[in-house]
Every structure is written in structure tokens, then in C-alpha cells.
């Protein structure tokens, strides 16, 4: 008769008064395989999982719940209870000798190499293959990734496995190796005996597995949770059949504690039951397509990918959140994980999304929590007030969705593109990512907004999304054919290695949708905008100049343009820079040239390099003057910005001007002015009107940072183009002849030196793209090359390492303050659960690029005190000395840096 199993082997003693039993801990953690299985994985989750080693719905269950207690296999060993200390009392007693002294182990390591001779033994697994072939290597390199990573396949000798004893003396021999035995004889006979698969399963599925594997291990290795259970054991001790009951009954409230329940889903699909605020008020004629098809789209040809191409404030964010109803009712997935480029857009949409998710509890009477998913996130006032607990209500996710790599569990999230971007870099606890990811429907906001680098990692997070049967929608108002192509082929490559990619040329506005046989569907070609109008465009020749009174200088040219707002007094005006340096100059040459008296219009600077306070304050003043419905102030005004307004700001202006840019920026611009209904425009803006401040020849260098130089003169070429007879202006008909313009001017160019240095510049970016990113899920077969050059600080952006810095205010006497006045301190020391000190500090950063201060002293690093707070260890200081008229600059070998208390940092090269 087989040993039973001991029950003095420890799994956990941290934080407890007495050790907490292995076999215990295997029990918990099947019991909330089991209810994960049953309530919390999707559908299309269980689908992919079961049909991926060909068992059926309930094999593949009780298969998940059996590894799942197997996890911690590997911790009935010497090396493991070697760490134990004190805890450790079987070690050198008789049968189980003790590990050789030098041997390390990492428990994870051990069950990946115990469990396949184990299975054999067991279960008839056969080891006489080639490990990748092997079902047994397979299920214990999914357990060995059950802290973050996978581990290298097996190492074999001809078709046979090592002997895992031979290749890891410290797992232990004689009764380690038999309690080993019994623990998985005592998990079949209570958890249910699995059918093992006859195949190795595909890499996704295996992805799911451990990702399952590591949340239900999270969830009973809570304190709370083994406390409760060892209070338990204590009653019936030795008794594995009561403590599985009791850890059964205990898992549907620990997952509800969590918030780890079904997804609620309305039953409606419509726009008028999802949106209340809409009703009375007539749809975007693209909103009421998708609404009349979409259903019946996903209904015959199940969940896919929907793409949705129109113009600025056609509906967009709407006609997602609808798709997302009815991929969620075709799919049985969660809510939306709505994804977007700044961490600016993604806080506007995460208080759209969380609105409506409140409006979606009282249809389902359920709780539908939100999670905000940046690096800032902790610092937003709504989603996190100042309090000594997480914020929780019916549409905000508690403590414990808030963890480190949690977020996407939730039911619905706003986050960065780069929280899913990362899940196809190589980084720890990538499982997390895709198990988060594949129960939402992935909603892509603003798809045109990423470089080569970028779309080449989006193209592969849809070839895994598409892999696992993910639902998604992509959205963009200025989508090229051939990158909407791109990324709707790559998601079918996804559903199916073999698909021969499809020539697809999305209708503008219009949308495809591509169901899960990979059939595409495109609208018709003749769906009208509710926002159809002619777009003024103007270009006067803009010479880089600052002198006013030379004709043909952009300084002339943009007073020229504003002529009309400071004569009659009336109106409002966007000038949208191309660079931070730009806006502040071109701020201060409104300000000489106007004056400051009240007969003058107002101006306000936004860009990026301003504190963190007083960017969120004239941002907020902007959107209470232009935003929907609001009341414009009695004195015109004119914003000054950065490319920051591109996306992050939902305004209306009079007029919008622009530096020359790529047209799909442009375009983006031009959407910021005339977007809502007014009845109280001035007469000089009855029609929507883009200046362009158009270089006459060579464009300026601080362009060409930010920008291609061939697209830049595409743009200006295209342009003039649509202006045959030289006036100077143009009429583009928005949205008829978007798309030509977008195509045109984003084509490929191997005739021009500038087109070529961009294409070699682009399949620079790509290579490196294809260098960094996980493979396709067709080619992964060991999954150890999912953590293959495992990153810390994955690179989901080129160009993009910045620093964040604190000016501080420094005196004669090494004093440093938080203010100009030297009246606040800057504190040395700070208690780590003072939310309200770390928030006020951390409002006074800004970013900058992190090569400005490549030759900074000490006088820049933090207080040493600060290394443990999370949120301000990596912060430099910016020093600003004092003196009786002001502050003078920091300056680095390289460059000098100011904060004007007007035009925020200003940066100078020495």
C-alpha cells in the first residue's frame, strides 16, 4: 500500500506561529483551481485550454485543479526545508537524509524537474521522446512557471529524460522522493484522478494554464486565508477530507473578496441601453451600422477583431463600448480593457469607462469595479484618494486588484497600451498579463498613434489575442490601408498560422470585422459622417523667424492669423508647437507682441515639461472653457501647446494653427477645433479652419527629433497638391478624402533620399522590434523562450527613457525648500504610508529626457531616506539656487536647465 503522506511537511511559515502543511496548501489551492474554472476563466478561456490537449470541458478541469495542487511538489525536499530553519523537523531523521551542503534548489526549478518521472510512474506518461514532445515535460515546465518564469526543457539522453535525482541531488531521495509520490496520490484521490492528454498543448493554452496555476496559489497563500485554515485543521487535524470541504466553502468568498467573480453582462446590446445620456439624441450614422449588424455578425461567425475607422468625434469611445457588449455576449468574456497611448488619455477614459460601468451595475444589479492600469496610477485623486485603505466602490477595484501585476484581472481596466504591449516582451510573470488579457474584449484606442517599433509589437500582441480567441477592437481616425491591413492579418495569422493574408482596404468611415474563422467582413463604403464638413486649410510660408515684421516669417504669419480674435476681440485660438521649446517661445512672442492688459487676449502655455500640479490645473481650465456645453469666458483667449492636446484633451476652439506635421497629426489637430455645436461663435470662425505655419524650405532640426523628415514633406507636398492654382489655401473634404491624403502622404517612397532613410530607419526599428518580442504562438514549443532574456525594464517604446525630477529650491546654505519663498522644507524623511506627503511631492515632478542629465552630481539624488518609499526612490532632484531677484539654472557639463515660473523648464545645450 502507497505511504500516506506526512503531515509535518511545511509549505508556508512566514508570518505564522506554527508551520502550515504541504498537503493542506495542495488541497487549497486545487479547491480554487476549482472554483476559477467554474466562475472565473472565460468560456473562450476554457475552450482554448481543453481543446489544446483534446479533453473535454470537465477533463481539462479536474487536470488544472490536479496541477495546481502539485504546484509546490518540489518543496517536500531538503534543500527547501533547509530555509525552514527551526521548521524544519524531518531533516535528518531516518528515510529522509539531508541535502549536500552546497546544493541550491529553487522549488519552482524542482517540481519542473520531479513531476515527469513522477507521472510516469503514476500516470503511464511515457519519457522516451524528446522532452518538447512530451506531455509529462510539458505539465512540470508549466508548474515550474508558477513564480514568474519557465525554466530550460530537461536535458535528455538520447529519448530519455535525466533522471531528475541524478540532475538535482537536492531534491532529495528515499522518503522525500515517496512523499513526493504521496502527495499526488493524495491530490487524485481527492481533487479527482486526471485523464491525461495524448498531446502536448499549444503554447497559449499552456500560457493559461500557469497563469490559472499562480492566481490560485496568490489566493491561498493570503495570511488571512491559511490562518483560517489552520484554525480548521487544528479541529479535525490529519483530516484531508474536512479540510478540502472547508477550503471548497471558502473559495467563493475569497474570490469574491478579491473581486474575482463572473463577469456581470447587460442583456442589452443597444446604444440606448447603454447609454442613457444618449437618449433623445440622434446617432452618429456609424454607430447605427454597427448597431444593426455587428450583432448578427458575431452571432454567425463568433468573436473576432472589429476595426473602426471615422474622423474625430464620430462616436468612437461609444460604438467600442457597444462592440464590446456584443463580442462579450458572443464570447462570454469580461468587460473592456480599453488601451491607449498616454497616461493622460488613458485618465479621461478610465472616468469615462468607470461612468459607465456604474450605469452597468444598476442594469445588472452587480458590481462592475474598474482598474486604472499606469505607472501614475496610484497618484490620480479619484481612482486613489488620500485614505489609509484602497478606494473601493461599485465601479472601482479594491486592495487586492491593485496589486503588482493584478490590474488586468479585473472585470473592465483603462490602461496604457504599454500594460499589454509588455505581455509580448520577455518579462516575469508574463502568464498574469495574458490571463488578465484574454478574458476582456482588448479595445485599441487611437491604433495610428505608434512608430514601426510599436506596430511591430501590436501586430504580435494580435497574433496572441487572436491565438487565444481574444475579442478586440481597434480604433483610429487616421488608420493607413496598409497598417489597418497589417494588423487585422496579423490577428487572423493568430487564429491561424496557415491564413493566407487578405488584401483589406477599410471604408472610411466604416469598420471590418474579422469573425473567429478568420471571414472579414467590410461596412459599405458609403456610410456618411454626421460630422461631413470642409476643412480650411491654410499655409502661409512660415520662415523659422521670430521677428514679426519680416513678411514670410512665422512670427508674421501666426499674428497674421490671430489678427482676427485680437481686432474684434472675440474668440478662442489653439497654436499647436512641435517642440516644448517652440510653444515657449511662441508664447512669449504673444506676450510681447499683445501686451498684458485686460483689452488683450488671454494666453495659457500647456506642455509637458511643466509640474505635474500646474499642467493638471491649466488643463483643467482649458476643458472648463472649450468642453461640451460650457460657457467660454467674456475675454478671448489663445492656448499655447505641445503636441500634448493631440489626444488627451476633448476642446473646442475657434481656430486651430499648427507648425507643419505629419497629416495624420494634422488631422488630429484640425479635430480640436469646431468639434461641438456652438451658437456663439464669432463671425470670423463661422467654418472650420486650419492655419498651417509652413516652412518654405528646409525644415526646422528640432523638427526632425520628433518627426520623419520625408512625411513632413510629403505632407507640405500633398497639401499644396490640393491646391493647383497656388492660392495658398485648401479644402479637404472631411472625412471623403481623409483617407486619400492619409494613404498618400504614408506610402511607400524608395524614389526620394528622405523616403528611403525612412524606410531604413523603419525596418531598423522593426528588426529591432522582432529582436525584443516574445515568437509567434505558433512557433513557441518550449515555453522557457517566453522568459528567454528575461527584462526588468522592458522597452515597449523607442525613444522613450525619461527621468522624472523635483525642482528644489536650494540656498547659500545647503538649505533646500519646495517653493520659490524657501517657506516649505524639502523633507529628508517620510513615513511610507503617508499618502498625502508622497502625492504633494510627487505633483511638483515633471519628466524629462533622460539624457539631459547624463552628468549629474550628487546634489541631484535623493534624500537616502527616500530608497524605501516606491513612488519617490527614483526620483532626481533639480536643483534651482536662490538668489535675491530669483533663481539661477542647473547646470551639467552638457546642458543648461530653468524653471521659469511661466514657461515651466526651459533646457538649453551648452
Not at 476563466?41 to 477533463?59: E, F, K, S
Request: with cysteine.
Amino acid at each position: 500500500m502507497p505511504a500516506p503522506l506526512d503531515p509535518r511537511l511545511p509549505a508556508k511559515e512566514h508570518g505564522l506561529k506554527e508551520p502550515y502543511p504541504t498537503g493542506c496548501h495542495a488541497l487549497d489551492a486545487g479547491a480554487m483551481a476549482e472554483r476559477l474554472w467554474n466562475t472565473y476563466l472565460t468560456p473562450t478561456q476554457r475552450r482554448v485550454i481543453a481543446t489544446g490537449w483534446g479533453l473535454t470541458d470537465d477533463q481539462a478541469r479536474t487536470l488544472i485543479v490536479f496541477l495546481a495542487a502539485l504546484h509546490d511538489l518540489a518543496k517536500i525536499s531538503p534543500t527547501f526545508l533547509r530555509g525552514l530553519g527551526d521548521a524544519d523537523q524531518l531533516t535528518g531523521t531516518p528515510g529522509y537524509p539531508a541535502a549536500p551542503p552546497r546544493e541550491r534548489l529553487r522549488h519552482d526549478r524542482g517540481v519542473h524537474l520531479a513531476l515527469p518521472d513522477l507521472l510516469h510512474r503514476t500516470h503511464q506518461l511515457p519519457l522516451d521522446d524528446r522532452p518538447l514532445r512530451l506531455v509529462a515535460h510539458q505539465l512540470a515546465q508549466i508548474l515550474g512557471g508558477h513564480h514568474g518564469l519557465w525554466h530550460p526543457a530537461l536535458s535528455h539522453h538520447g529519448n530519455q529524460l535525466t533522471c531528475p535525482l541524478d540532475a538535482a541531488p537536492g531534491l532529495g531521495r528515499e522518503q522525500w522522493d515517496t512523499q513526493r509520490e504521496a502527495l499526488l496520490r493524495l491530490t487524485a484521490d481527492h481533487l479527482g484522478d486526471p485523464v491525461m492528454p495524448n498531446r502536448v498543448a499549444p503554447a497559449p493554452a499552456a500560457v493559461l494554464v500557469t497563469g490559472t496555476v499562480m492566481l490560485a496559489d496568490w489566493l491561498v497563500s493570503q495570511i488571512g486565508w491559511i490562518r483560517a485554515r489552520q484554525r480548521q485543521w487544528k479541529k479535525n487535524p490529519n483530516d484531508w477530507t474536512a479540510h478540502l470541504a472547508a477550503a471548497r466553502r471558502s473559495a467563493p468568498r475569497a474570490l469574491r473578496r478579491a473581486q474575482l467573480t463572473t463577469a456581470p453582462r447587460p442583456k442589452t446590446t443597444a446604444f440606448t441601453g447603454l447609454f442613457p445620456h444618449l437618449a433623445g439624441h440622434p446617432l452618429h450614422p456609424l454607430q447605427e451600422d454597427l448597431e444593426q449588424r455587428l450583432a448578427a455578425l458575431t452571432q454567425d461567425g463568433g468573436a473576432g477583431l472589429l476595426l473602426v475607422t471615422a474622423p474625430t468625434g464620430d462616436g468612437k469611445t461609444e460604438s467600442a463600448l457597444l462592440a464590446n457588449a456584443a463580442l462579450a455576449a458572443a464570447s462570454g468574456a469580461a468587460g473592456p480593457c480599453i488601451l491607449l497611448p498616454t497616461m493622460a488619455t488613458t485618465d479621461a477614459m478610465w472616468k469615462r469607462l468607470r461612468d459607465h460601468c456604474h450605469h452597468l451595475a444598476t442594469l445588472t444589479g452587480r458590481r462592475h469595479p474598474t482598474a486604472l492600469l499606469h505607472s501614475a496610477a496610484w497618484l490620480h485623486n479619484d481612482y486613489n484618494p488620500a485614505s489609509d485603505t484602497a478606494h473601493c466602490d461599485h465601479a472601482t477595484v479594491g486592495e487586492w486588484l491593485r496589486g503588482r501585476y493584478r490590474g488586468l484581472l479585473t472585470h473592465a481596466c483603462a490602461g496604457t497600451w504599454d500594460q499589454a504591449a509588455t505581455a509580448v516582451l520577455p518579462v516575469k510573470y508574463n502568464a498574469m498579463r495574458w490571463l488578465g488579457l484574454s478574458r476582456h474584449v482588448v479595445v485599441i484606442d487611437e491604433a495610428h498613434a505608434y512608430g514601426a517599433y510599436e506596430h511591430y509589437l501590436t501586430a504580435r500582441l494580435l497574433e496572441w489575442l487572436g491565438a487565444l480567441g481574444t475579442p478586440v477592437v481597434l480604433l483610429s481616425a487616421t488608420l493607413t490601408g496598409r497598417t489597418a491591413a497589417s494588423l487585422i492579418n496579423a490577428y487572423r495569422t493568430g487564429q491561424n498560422p496557415r491564413a493566407v493574408p487578405e488584401k483589406i482596404q477599410p471604408a472610411y468611415p466604416g469598420w471590418s470585422y474579422t469573425d473567429a474563422t478568420g471571414t472579414t467582413t467590410v461596412s459599405r463604403d458609403d456610410i456618411p459622417s454626421s460630422r461631413a464638413h470642409q476643412l480650411t486649410i491654410t499655409m502661409p510660408d512660415a520662415t523659422p523667424d521670430d521677428d514679426p515684421t519680416t513678411s514670410g516669417s512665422r512670427a508674421h504669419a501666426l499674428l497674421d492669423a490671430l489678427a482676427p480674435l485680437r481686432d474684434t476681440h472675440t474668440g478662442s485660438a489653439l497654436v499647436v508647437c512641435n517642440t516644448v521649446a517652440a510653444a515657449q517661445d511662441t508664447h512669449q512672442l504673444l506676450r510681447t507682441a499683445w501686451g498684458t492688459g485686460p483689452d488683450t487676449p488671454r494666453l495659457l502655455l500647456l506642455h509637458s515639461q511643466l509640474p505635474a500640479h500646474r499642467r493638471t490645473a491649466i488643463t483643467r481650465r482649458i476643458e472648463r472653457w472649450t468642453g461640451r456645453g460650457r460657457t467660454r469666458p467674456n475675454r478671448p483667449f489663445v492656448v499655447v501647446s505641445s503636441p500634448v492636446c493631440e489626444q488627451s484633451l476633448d476642446v473646442d476652439f475657434d481656430l486651430v494653427i499648427s507648425d507643419l506635421a505629419p497629416a495624420a497629426q494634422l488631422l488630429q489637430r484640425a479635430g480640436r477645433g469646431h468639434r461641438h455645436h456652438r451658437t456663439d461663435r464669432p463671425t470670423w470662425a463661422q467654418h472650420p479652419t486650419l492655419v498651417v505655419l509652413t516652412p518654405p524650405g528646409a525644415m526646422p532640426p528640432g523638427w526632425l527629433h520628433i518627426y520623419d523628415k520625408s512625411l513632413l514633406l510629403n505632407t507640405r507636398q500633398q497639401l499644396r497638391d490640393l491646391d493647383p492654382t497656388k492660392t495658398g489655401t485648401v479644402a479637404l473634404s472631411v472625412p471623403q478624402q481623409v483617407q486619400e491624403l492619409i494613404d498618400a502622404v504614408y506610402a511607400d517612397d524608395f524614389t526620394t533620399p528622405d523616403g528611403r532613410a525612412r524606410e531604413v530607419q523603419d525596418h531598423q526599428r522593426t528588426a529591432q522590434a522582432a529582436i525584443t518580442a516574445i515568437n509567434p504562438p505558433s512557433k513557441v514549443h518550449d515555453l522557457h523562450l517566453l522568459s528567454e532574456g528575461l527584462v526588468d525594464d522592458p522597452a515597449t517604446r523607442l525613444g522613450a527613457d525619461s527621468l522624472r525630477v523635483l525642482p528644489v529650491y536650494t540656498q547659500p546654505d545647503g538649505t533646500r525648500w519646495l517653493n520659490r519663498r524657501c517657506t516649505t522644507p524639502l523633507p529628508e524623511t517620510i513615513n511610507p504610508n503617508d499618502l498625502h506627503t508622497i502625492r504633494h511631492l510627487m505633483n511638483l515632478t515633471l519628466p524629462i529626457r533622460a539624457d539631459l542629465l547624463q552628468h549629474h552630481d550628487p546634489d541631484t539624488n535623493p534624500p537616502p531616506a527616500w530608497r524605501t518609499i516606491g513612488g519617490l526612490r527614483h526620483l532626481t532632484l533639480l536643483p534651482q539656487p536662490t538668489t535675491p531677484t530669483g533663481t539661477r539654472p542647473y547646470r551639467t557639463p552638457t546642458t543648461v536647465l530653468h524653471l521659469h515660473p511661466t514657461l515651466g523648464l526651459t533646457t538649453t545645450r551648452r
